[in-house]
């Protein structure tokens, strides 16, 4: 059973930062992309960063320079440091952990979502 359980989250004020990491129990680790993405009320998910197993690292035109995504496979670990925040970053924030490519369709895995609040 794969397990995603995200923290780091909160109230920052804009200009500021925060780390979000996400800790993955399970075989998937290793093999996964791991992804983080965001979502506002009443509209669609979208993909912030992801990092493959092997550390290549693809980022959304909106956050690059700000935000940097890494992880630990020893720890089973994967972070987003977010800098230069600004209130149009205000979403929840879910973890991903995408091994469909070894695991079938059914292998993507999602977290209980963290929420940023960037406000003044």
């Known amino acids: 059973q794969v397990q995603l359980v995200e923290s780091g989250g909160g109230l920052v004020q804009p200009g500021g930062s925060l780390r979000l990491s996400c800790a993955a129990s399970?075989?998937?680790?290793?093999?996964?992309?791991m992804g983080w993405y965001r979502q506002a009320p009443g509209k669609t998910r979208e993909q912030v960063a992801a990092?493959?197993?092997?550390?290549?690292?693809t980022y959304a035109d909106f956050v690059q320079g700000r935000f940097t995504i890494s992880r630990d496979n020893a720890k089973n670990t994967v972070d987003l440091q977010m800098n230069s925040l600004k209130p149009e970053d205000t979403r929840v924030y879910y973890c991903n952990a995408d091994d469909r490519v070894i695991g079938g369709p059914e292998a993507d895995y999602w977290g209980q979502g963290t929420q940023v609040t960037v406000s003044s």
């Open positions: 990092i493959t197993s092997d550390g290549f690292t």
């Open positions: 399970g075989s998937i680790f290793s093999t996964a992309v």
